[in-house]
Every structure is written in structure tokens, then in C-alpha cells.
């Protein structure tokens, strides 16, 4: 029996013990730097998207007023969050780990590279290095995505071209990602794919995809490496989902709908805590009553 409370004792240690463990970054992730130098104005968009996704949890930066987790959250201007390299930095908001939420599918890359320059702003010693551009991404220009729903297979195909030369090409072996828009984040379609060598990649889409009453999906096709091939996106809405009817908030009968279509139950309850305060009120005055008849009738 003993050695069984000290079996459950050690697991339970080790269970708290876990999510405190070091975070340790792939090496290729942690020397990975920004496409573009840091500035005033990425510091200032980087501002603006740290409130959003991040202040929650990590406070004002310098104020250490994170919220109570486990692992503690590192505020953005401690020695912490500052010795990681911006690579681990931009890995670790990517992917996420325990509490903290992965935002591959919310933030674009530029947007996460816009909030590491917010945050470096707190380092006075940060010196910024910034990548170098890769090839192809070095030799083409103006990157285009392009989109085609292949109806009879239930593909689509994305198609990316750029120019070289002064001359619209495909480029091939670019890596693309496939998102549905939704509205709390971005829902990848399949795996990663890769252009042919006639700028082509090929998403299958799943037949149960569900859209809006029309079938309508919103998509989102973007470029992995936007080192190389920049912010190169498309953004469109097909008619390739299932058709799905989402009454609106204001049709049922809801807390947060208008009097009329207050639910039913509230309306009961409310009624019958209006006839038990009135009928309260009625009790004490007939006892009232009572007394004040009882009193002139010792008099008398």
C-alpha cells in the first residue's frame, strides 16, 4: 500500500512537473530571422496585433502582469522571452505548447514577424539580423496565386506564376497551404503541397466540406516560404461545401433576443417571482391590517 501512494505521489509530480519543462526549438526553427528589417511601423502594427492575440496572457510588457498559468507566461521585455532567438520566438507562437495556443492558422507569418518586432522593441541591446532572400524568391517577381475548382474531381487547383524577365512564368517546387476562413481562425485543407513544374499544386477537398446555405466556402491559398515568395496569398469564395442553414441568433427564442422571444421559462420564472413579491406585499399589509384593528378594539 505504500509503495502504491508513493507510485500515485510520483506521478503526480511528474504530471505538474511536465508543462513546466523546457521548451526546446528545432535547431533549423530557432536560427530562422525575419524576411524584412524591423522599424517604427512594424513596431507599431506589432503593437496592435500583440493587444489582440497575446496582452491576454502576457500582460503589458515590462509590467509583469501575466496571467496566473502554469507555465508562468514570460513577459515580452523580460531576460526570459529576450534570450530566445526570434526564430524560437516565431516557432513557439506558431505551434504552440499546453496554454499557449498555436497561431500558424490565425497569424499570417509577416503579422508574427510584426509582433517579434514589437516585443524586440523592449530589448535595448537587440541587434536585428535579417534573412537573406532565397532563390527563387530572389529572381521572380510579383507572385500570383490563382485558384480553379476542378468540379468533376473535387479538386482545386491552385496555380502560381511570377515574373522573370519581364515575363509571366509558373514557378515550381513552391510549397502552398490550403485554409477554409472561418471566423475564429483559419481550418487547413490537407497537407502541404508542392507546385509542379507547371506552377500546379492540387488540394482533394473533403465531400462533407460545409458552407453556408449556399454551399459557399470562403478559401484561402498562400505561400509557406514567404521568405522567398513574400505575402503571395489568394483569397476567393466557391460554391464547393454542402449547403448548411444557420438560423440566425435572433430566430429561436434566446437570452439575448429581444422581449418577444424571451424563452419560455424565463418569462415563468419572472412572472411567478413578480406574483411572489405582490403577494408578499399583500401579506404584510393584511397583517397590518390585522394588527390595527386588533389594537383599536383594546382600546375600545
Not at 509542379?196 to 484561402?220: E, W
Request: charged share 20%; aromatic share 12%.
Amino acid at each position: 500500500m505504500k509503495r502504491s501512494y508513493l507510485f500515485f505521489l510520483f506521478i503526480g509530480l511528474f504530471v505538474i512537473r511536465a508543462p513546466a519543462q523546457e521548451w526546446i526549438v528545432p535547431a533549423e526553427n530557432g536560427s530562422k530571422l525575419s524576411p524584412f528589417a524591423f522599424s517604427d511601423s512594424t513596431r507599431m502594427a506589432g503593437a496592435v496585433l500583440y493587444n489582440l492575440n497575446c496582452k491576454s496572457c502576457h500582460g503589458d510588457p515590462g509590467m509583469n502582469n501575466v496571467v496566473k498559468l502554469v507555465p508562468l507566461p514570460p513577459d515580452p521585455a523580460s531576460a526570459k522571452m529576450q534570450g530566445n532567438s526570434d526564430g524560437a520566438i516565431f516557432y513557439k507562437a506558431a505551434e504552440g505548447r499546453g496554454t499557449m495556443p498555436s497561431f500558424k492558422n490565425t497569424l499570417t507569418a509577416s503579422d508574427t514577424w510584426r509582433i517579434i518586432s514589437f516585443i524586440r522593441g523592449f530589448n535595448e541591446n537587440y541587434v536585428q539580423e535579417i534573412a537573406k532572400k532565397l532563390a527563387p524568391g530572389a529572381s521572380f517577381e510579383q507572385v500570383k496565386l490563382s485558384l480553379v475548382w476542378m468540379q468533376e474531381n473535387n479538386i482545386i487547383q491552385v496555380a502560381v506564376s511570377a515574373l522573370k524577365d519581364r515575363v509571366r512564368q509558373p514557378v515550381a517546387g513552391a510549397e502552398l497551404k490550403l485554409f477554409v476562413k472561418k471566423y475564429f481562425g483559419n481550418l487547413p485543407v490537407g497537407e502541404v503541397q508542392t507546385t509542379d513544374n507547371k506552377g500546379i499544386a492540387l488540394f482533394h477537398i473533403p465531400k462533407s466540406l460545409p458552407g453556408d446555405s449556399a454551399g459557399i466556402v470562403r478559401l484561402l491559398a498562400k505561400a509557406v516560404d514567404e521568405t522567398a515568395f513574400g505575402e503571395a496569398k489568394a483569397d476567393t469564395s466557391m460554391a464547393i461545401g454542402v449547403p448548411v442553414y444557420r438560423p440566425p441568433l435572433n430566430q429561436e427564442r434566446a437570452l439575448w433576443n429581444v422581449g418577444r422571444k424571451t424563452p419560455f421559462w424565463l418569462l415563468f420564472t419572472y412572472f411567478v417571482c413578480v406574483l411572489a413579491v405582490w403577494g408578499f406585499i399583500f401579506y404584510v399589509m393584511l397583517q397590518l391590517r390585522v394588527l390595527y384593528k386588533s389594537d383599536s378594539i383594546n382600546k375600545s
